[in-house]
């Protein structure tokens, strides 16, 4: 009888050890499959939004000031229609209509400025310009980028003391009582992006020169068509 309960109770031991030696085993492999699978997973996860963000940086340095401008002059061309429907369709003209309108035009002439600085559509007067050799039509350029670089970052810099005393007056807008600074603040961004345009264009002509040429020949033949 003694006998068979010491076998019992030494099979009951080696089996409580061959357990733990199991749960051990599974959860050192666990721990080591986190650890490599966790990071993998991670560095996964980082790629799809780098990759994402660099989608959304793109399409922001491609097309931002184009959709907003869109997006003004949709809302100036609905607005402004409104309110000649409500005018002589109903005999009840928008008090609002013109102001929106005309802080639409004023946004929309500021934020082209960033957008001809992208294209290079600054005006200039090119007579002499094209009687002059490549060589010196190239510095001709860099110093006309840089001219602009300057003078945009002065007027974005010089206009926030004009956005200070604006706010400081208290001016209201009269239809819609908008604070007058919210309305001068499109003059330093306007600028300000202008300057950012202006110094890619010019890395653009640095590194890429003879394409920066190629443009700039075809834009004259089309002036001359």
Request: proline share 2%; net charge positive.
């Amino acid at each position: 009888m003694n006998t068979s309960f010491l076998a019992v109770n030494q099979k009951m031991k080696v089996a409580t050890d061959s357990n733990k030696k199991c749960q051990f085993t599974s959860a050192f492999f666990h721990d080591k499959t986190n650890s490599v699978s966790g990071p993998a997973y991670n560095e996964s996860e980082r790629g799809g939004s780098s990759c994402t963000m660099k989608k959304l940086g793109k399409w922001l340095d491609e097309t931002l000031e184009g959709t907003i401008l869109m997006v003004l002059l949709a809302a100036f061309s609905c607005v402004m229609m409104l309110q000649v429907i409500m005018r002589y369709a109903f005999g009840n003209a928008l008090s609002w209509a013109e102001e929106v309108c005309r802080y639409c035009f004023v946004y929309s002439a500021f934020l082209s400025v960033p957008y001809t600085a992208k294209k290079g559509l600054g005006i200039r007067v090119d007579v002499l310009y094209r009687l002059f050799p490549k060589a010196l039509q190239k510095l001709l350029n860099y110093f006309y980028e840089i001219l602009q670089i300057v003078f945009y970052g002065y007027l974005a810099y010089s206009s926030i003391d004009v956005i200070k005393n604006v706010a400081a007056s208290g001016a209201l807008s009269t239809a819609l009582r908008i604070p007058m600074q919210w309305i001068y603040i499109i003059i330093p961004i306007g600028f300000g992006l202008g300057v950012i345009r202006l110094i890619q264009r010019f890395v653009y002509l640095l590194t890429h020169k003879g394409e920066a040429m190629k443009q700039e020949s075809r834009s004259v033949l089309e002036e001359e068509e």
